[in-house]
């Protein structure tokens, strides 16, 4: 528990706080005011690898605060699955020590009439590797900031999300891939189907400061539309004062492919699963790219909510 870590590990809270970026917005300066619990995870040397798994369930009115710390030279797998009731609010740091690799994988799967505010912030040391990821899915409306750090030298970061939604779901996403030390690369990748009357924004920058020489940084965001009610915005943006760096970013939205969906009619499969495979194949891109172990409860719960999508 935070609790526990204070009196455990002292130093460690004091450092990740103080290393805290400005607060995103008024939502995300209200927990680091207010939070009132949350949970501490300490990857020590010792440990000898595999997946870590957590179920967190904050409660309406609960407003938390969580750290994960993954040690020198160390390697963690790491599955999380949120699942809140009313309106609650969670703020998680992680801090990648130097030589690490951690995957991080999210499933936001909260209660359909939840209203949540999830702020992530990654730390990345020299030469650190991280593989960051969402799967949003469940929730009436949902606020979050994702903001990846790569303040040591050789830091390498994958940021995979991808987003579905078929109800009347509103989710505002935004996402910074901060390069403020040399040598250090990012792709951010991002995919999300909305379909009946959901609407999603994804507002992501790639930053490169004015040290940060031969960074590398590349951003995408594509959306798929199912219904003519919903709506997908994709605001993809570059802030570089660095000379010698490589970056670049893409964005689109489109309705579903009807060559694809008749191909596979005339293969005699039927539009409802032929629909299924088309969208599974369009977000499958990107949970591929996480560890299998991370990515095949996040395979299921989508197979289920693709079974329940009826197109426009």
Request: no cysteine; aromatic share 10%.
């Amino acid at each position: 528990s935070f609790t526990d870590a204070l009196e455990k590990w002292p130093e460690k809270i004091r450092t990740a706080l103080e290393g805290e970026s400005p607060p995103k917005d008024q939502f995300e300066a209200f927990i680091n005011a207010f939070f009132t619990g949350g949970f501490v995870v300490l990857v020590g040397k010792d440990f000898a690898g595999g997946k870590i798994s957590i179920e967190f369930k904050p409660e309406g009115g609960s407003v938390s605060k969580n750290f994960f710390f993954l040690e020198s030279e160390n390697k963690a797998l790491v599955f999380e699955k949120i699942s809140g009731q009313g309106v609650f609010a969670v703020s998680e740091n992680d801090f990648v020590a130097p030589e690490s690799k951690a995957e991080i994988a999210r499933l936001h799967s909260s209660h359909d009439a939840s209203t949540g505010f999830f702020y992530n912030q990654s730390i990345l040391s020299k030469d650190a590797d991280l593989v960051n990821g969402n799967a949003w899915v469940n929730g009436a409306m949902m606020r979050s900031n994702t903001y990846n750090n790569l303040s040591g030298k050789g830091g390498n970061l994958r940021q995979f999300d991808v987003l579905f939604l078929n109800q009347e779901q509103l989710f505002d996403l935004n996402n910074t891939a901060m390069h403020t030390e040399t040598d250090t690369q990012s792709n951010t990748v991002f995919r999300g189907v909305v379909a009946g009357k959901s609407k999603s924004v994804f507002d992501a920058m790639i930053k490169i400061v004015k040290g940060a020489q031969r960074s590398n940084a590349f951003l995408q965001a594509h959306g798929m539309l199912l219904s003519r009610d919903s709506s997908s915005n994709n605001i993809p943006g570059l802030e570089i004062e660095a000379d010698d760096v490589k970056a670049s970013h893409s964005a689109s939205v489109a309705q579903v492919e009807e060559e694809q969906v008749y191909y596979l009619q005339s293969r005699g499969i039927s539009r409802k699963e032929a629909l299924k495979m088309v969208i599974n194949g369009f977000l499958e891109s990107v949970l591929l790219n996480w560890d299998e172990a991370l990515s095949e409860k996040v395979f299921i719960e989508i197979e289920e909510k693709t079974g329940k999508t009826e197109d426009a």
